[in-house]
């Protein structure tokens, strides 16, 4: 069992930034691969970025590359989300997710362990 909990949501404005946080408890972080997904009222839940147990590769939604940046510390069992530029289309509620494997998958259904979600909104 990993349990994850998301931080460092909340309200900024269009081209501010946040930084989001998943806290990992319970199996080894170094084990899972990390993503982050989002979804917003009426939307189904998207990929928003990804990485590799090491951290060695990174993934990204293409409406995010180039704002957002993935990372993680395994030493701290932590995985952040930074977000730059951001935008009002940006409005959601994000949330973290892990697999026990390697690789990066876009799907949601491809992850066991999910947080319990921070709402980020930008307002314009």
């Known amino acids: 069992q990993v349990q994850l909990v998301e931080s460092g949501g909340g309200l900024v404005q269009a081209g501010g930034s946040l930084r989001l946080s998943c806290a990992a408890s319970?199996?080894?972080?170094?084990?899972?691969?990390m993503a982050w997904f989002r979804q917003a009222p009426g939307k189904e839940r998207e990929f928003v970025a990804g990485i590799s147990r090491s951290g060695g590769s990174t993934f990204y939604a293409d409406s995010v590359k180039g704002r957002f940046t993935i990372s993680r510390d395994n030493a701290k069992n932590t995985g952040y989300l930074q977000m730059n530029s951001l935008k009002p289309e940006d409005t959601a509620v994000y949330y973290c997710?892990?697999?026990?494997?390697?690789?990066?998958?876009?799907?949601?259904?491809?992850?066991?362990?999910w947080g319990q979600g921070t709402q980020v909104t930008v307002s314009s």
């Open positions: 319970g199996r080894t972080f170094s084990s899972y691969a």
């Open positions: 997710a892990t697999r026990q494997a390697m690789a990066v998958m876009p799907s949601p259904t491809a992850y066991n362990y």
